[in-house]
């Protein structure tokens, strides 16, 4: 069973995170499942199911987004969805097994007038008995709040890769602007979501690095998304050389490893990875997905596909635990 002494750090050293990167994988994967063990049940993985709200025209400029003015992706646009939509959309998830809805809108923040409506969707899906995560760009500390008193669970803001790459991807906003979010995020109370993206040029000690800034956060991210980049065409790191599978495993089992207790998530990418790849990054430490067959507005392998994966794996999908709005019965979407 898993215990829960361990004493997590946040003064890791770019020094230590790199000698771990640098250990013979097997010993790597070795560490990080026991440490794994010591802190989840092993066999479990947590089902998340994402729909873009807002979709497109977003006036950021991030080199890997589809949705960015400034990048010649192919995205239909799309605004903000009805709230039937979404809700319709929601209990489809839940129907097919997801314990968590992920609503994403491209904006750079939300005005408050699109929080009012953000907010309506937050409690008619916790209404259906589902967790909730919005990712909706920079807040202010008082939009945070807002949330968290609708009942949001979590919040997703990404690092998205090291300070020191940092520039070579966006440009309109700091990671200094992202650290900001995510300290209005945690004081409000609300449930961090924060991880970054791999195969955008970086290199290995840009993966530390990122790694660092996440654990060395006053309070680990409670969820640690881990993408790999999709490559779409029409943006500037379309074409980028790819990250190795291995070195992706390696990424997740060092993030397991410095942060024992957040819940990794093995997150965009997964069309173009293997069986094989996922099943490592599983033994790494990884304990999420998303589950649907889209992501935002790139595919993701579908649920049959998923399903049958779990099953060779031996893998069960975690159970959510929002109450149904009748509040007697405990969210029985597995
Ligand atoms: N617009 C908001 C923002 O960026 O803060 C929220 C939505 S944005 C699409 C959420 C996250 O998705 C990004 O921070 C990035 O980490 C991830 N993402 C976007 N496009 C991606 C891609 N092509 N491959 C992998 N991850 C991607
Ligand atoms: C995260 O870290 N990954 C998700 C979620 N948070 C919002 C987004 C992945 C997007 C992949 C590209 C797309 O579908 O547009
Ligand atoms: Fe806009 Fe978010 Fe895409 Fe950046 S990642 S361009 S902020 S939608």
């Given at each position: ?59 950021e400029d991030c ?45 750079r ?28 760009g920079m ?31 966006i440009t309109t906003r700091t990671y200094q602007d992202r ?156």
């Open positions: 069973m898993p215990s829960s002494d361990i004493t997590l750090r946040h003064d890791w050293t770019k020094t230590e995170i790199s000698s771990l990167f640098e250990l013979p994988f097997n010993d790597l994967l070795f560490q990080a499942q026991s440490i794994h063990r010591q802190n989840f049940e092993p066999n479990e993985v947590q089902v998340s199911t994402l729909l873009s709200i807002k979709t497109g025209a977003c006036p080199g890997y987004c589809s949705q960015s003015a400034n990048n010649d992706a192919e995205v239909e646009r799309e605004r903000l969805l009805p709230l039937d939509e979404v809700i319709e959309k929601a209990q489809l998830a839940k129907d097919n097994g997801a314990s968590r809805f992920c609503m994403g809108a491209a904006w923040n939300p005005t408050d007038k699109n929080l009012d409506k953000v907010i309506d969707m937050i409690v008619a899906v916790k209404g259906i008995g589902m967790e909730t995560c919005v990712t909706l807040l202010t500390d008082t939009q945070s709040q807002r949330l968290k008193d609708a009942g949001l669970d979590y919040y997703n803001h990404n690092l998205d890769t090291s300070p020191e790459h940092y520039g070579n991807v650290l900001d979010t995510l300290k209005h995020v945690r004081d409000a109370g609300i449930n961090v979501c924060s991880g970054g993206i791999l195969g955008m040029g970086e290199e290995r000690i840009d993966r530390s690095s990122l790694l660092q800034q996440l654990a060395n956060l006053p309070e680990h991210p409670d969820s640690v998304p881990i993408n790999m980049l999709v490559q779409v065409e029409g943006t500037p790191l379309h074409g980028v050389d790819k990250i190795e599978p291995l070195e992706f495993v390696r990424t997740i089992a060092v993030a397991r490893i410095i942060m024992p207790k957040s819940v990794v998530r093995l997150s965009a990418g997964r069309t173009e990875m293997s069986d094989e790849t996922q099943a490592l990054c599983f033994l790494a430490g990884a304990n999420s997905i998303f589950y649907g067959d889209r992501l935002l507005t790139t595919d993701n392998p579908d649920e049959n596909h998923d399903q049958r994966l779990f099953d060779k794996l031996g893998i069960n999908k975690k159970l959510g635990t929002i109450p149904a709005d009748t509040g007697k019965a405990s969210c029985a979407c597995g």
